[in-house]
């Protein structure tokens, strides 16, 4: 071989050395790449599948939370939606809701509430709203939402995710509680009782907005039913049934009361206690009536409690509730207004009494050191109940004694009201002076009316009772019996002396009878006739 050849010879082994040394590095690179790949790969792979099982495990869950969990696009179209949440709104497959926007199940009133949290929470905020839903079906449910953002990888929002709950419950609970606070309140005004009843039975058919509300009341004969409240019945059907006598028969609201039990007629058209007043009910397109006695705290029948509806039906376990609850609040306002009643024809009759009682009433505050009431109203001062016609001025004349407190026996008599003890009656006597009349004499008599919680007196009830002419008449009696007394003392005297008169003159009788017989039996001009 030539120099040449034997150059260019180690030059081709030289780098065929060059090319293997590189190809087993390269090898070696690919080789490490390959290893990296697939190991990367197989992490992937793992990551995907624990990725898959958290999804499955977090779709169970959203599929199993009680609660509807919701996806809403920007455009406020509904996305996905779990199984709890499909029922809320009456539907069974997400396709039923998709279709329109998920706003058109909203009740209309809310409807700008619902977009303003949605437009919010696109935006970047977050929010909770209660509203009312409409179902596919028709019912109404009162949902409360709480919304936040979901975004994408850059950040953006994307969807709004929802967790939506029922309080239907809850809001019904509410609206029950405000319907009786406002039935309490109405039963402590003024109004009378039929205004009471009737705002309590539209309050009532606020909650149940399919039912027809009727109260009637007990007569005082026992035996027939009054028309207290239905604001919502025909007129004419009220005036009708006004005064039925009450029966085993009589329709719901007759039997309920006559059995003192609760009556549910789910069809009046086929029930036998409406055999007589189903064609009545019905001319008036009453299809159910569900009827309650109602209580006083006595367990005393005041009258029934009834719901009526357009359609036969029967009461929910949830309207049973609530018709005992509703019984309860009319029982207290019936029971509360005719104590009222009660209480006002007694204070009539008491006021009747106190102002025709020929002696002054009065009450006085110890501590205001006033009276405060009168049977006989003075001028108003000085804490005076206001004048009347036919004021007593002599009442005048006593208040101001005694609210004077400058005598002696003022002091006394105010002293002595502030020991009183329970039930104990003090008398004294007064003389008072009006102008520059003659002085009159008062009977009074006083009690302890009230007491602060310490046990001292408060207020003192007291009588008065002008007894000049009594005094007067006393003092007439007293002159009188004395006068008779002496006459008296006189008469025996002169009886006394009449008496000793006669037995005298008897004696005297005997002497002369003596003397005269003497006399004869002496001779003429005997010396004893001169002492004869």
Same mark, same amino acid.
């Given at each position: 071989l030539t120099t040449e050849q034997r150059e260019a010879e180690a030059s081709r082994q030289r780098a065929f050395t060059e090319l293997e040394a590189r190809v087993q590095e390269r090898t070696v690179e690919l080789v490490a790449a390959n290893q990296a790949l697939k190991s990367e790969m197989r992490q992937r792979f793992n990551s995907e599948k624990a990725l898959a099982a958290s999804e499955s495990h977090l779709r169970t869950i959203i599929e199993a939370e009680p609660e509807c969990v919701n996806v809403i696009s920007p455009n406020g179209r509904l996305l996905d939606m779990n199984p709890a949440g499909l029922a809320m709104f009456e539907a069974v497959k997400l396709e039923e809701l998709t279709d329109r926007p998920l706003k058109s199940f909203i009740a209309p009133e809310h409807r700008t509430a619902f977009s303003s949290l949605h437009q919010r929470v696109i935006e970047g905020g977050s929010g909770i709203l209660e509203f009312e839903s409409i179902g596919l079906k028709g019912t109404r449910r009162w949902l409360e939402t709480q919304a936040v953002p979901l975004r994408d990888a850059t950040g953006q929002v994307t969807r709004v995710l929802g967790v939506t709950r029922d309080i239907s419950v809850r809001k019904r609970a509410e609206g029950l509680l405000a319907w009786e606070n406002s039935a309490l309140e109405q039963v402590a005004t003024k109004a009378s009782l039929p205004e009471v009843l009737e705002s309590i039975m539209l309050g009532l058919e606020a909650e149940l907005p399919e039912a027809l509300c009727s109260v009637l009341l007990l007569d005082a004969d026992g035996l027939h039913l009054r028309h207290g409240a239905a604001p919502s019945l025909p007129p004419a059907y009220n005036d009708l049934i006004d005064g039925v006598a009450i029966g085993a028969e /009589? !329709? +719901?609201?007759?039997?309920?009361?006559?059995?003192n039990q609760q009556v549910v007629v789910s069809d009046i058209g086929t029930d036998p206690l409406w055999a007589n007043f189903a064609d009545l009910a019905l001319s008036h397109d009453l299809r159910a009536c569900w009827s309650t006695p109602i209580h006083n705290s006595q367990s005393e029948v005041l009258g029934t409690f009834a719901t009526y509806y357009r359609t036969p039906r029967s009461p929910s376990p949830q309207e049973l *509730?609530? @018709?005992? #609850?509703?019984?309860?609040i009319v029982g207290i306002a019936i029971e509360h207004k005719n104590a009222e009643d009660a209480l006002r024809e007694n204070q009539r009759f008491l006021r009747s009494v106190t102002e025709a009682a020929p002696r002054a009433i009065t009450m006085f505050d110890l501590d205001a050191m006033n009276f405060t009431y009168s049977n006989r109203p003075r001028p108003a001062a000085q804490g005076r109940p206001a004048k009347e016609p036919g004021a007593d001025a002599w009442t005048e004349v006593f208040c101001d004694f @005694?609210? +004077?407190?400058?005598?002696? $026996? /003022?002091? #006394? /008599? &105010?002293?002595?009201? #502030?020991? &009183?003890?329970?039930g104990q009656l003090r008398e004294d006597e007064y003389n008072l002076r009006r102008g520059q009349e003659t002085p009159h004499a008062f009977s009074g008599r006083e009690v302890v009316f009230a007491r602060h919680p310490d046990g001292t007196a408060r207020q003192i009830l007291g009588t008065l009772s002008d007894i000049t002419l009594q005094k007067h008449a006393e003092e007439t009696r007293q002159k009188l019996e004395s006068q008779l =007394? $002496? +006459? $008296?003392?006189?008469?025996? /005297? !002169?009886?006394?002396?009449?008496? @000793? %008169?006669?037995? =005298? *003159? *008897? @004696? &005297? %009788? %005997?002497i002369f009878g003596n003397v005269e017989m003497a006399q004869e039996d002496l001779e003429a001009g005997h010396p004893v006739h001169e002492s004869l």
């Open positions: /009589v !329709g +719901s609201c007759g039997t309920a009361a006559f059995l *509730n609530l @018709i005992e #609850r509703a019984k309860k @005694i609210m +004077s407190g400058k005598t002696p $026996q /003022v002091a #006394r /008599v &105010l002293e002595a009201w #502030r020991c &009183l003890a329970d =007394f $002496q +006459s $008296q003392k006189m008469e025996a /005297v !002169g009886t006394l002396a009449g008496g @000793i %008169a006669h037995d =005298f *003159n *008897n @004696i &005297l %009788a %005997a």
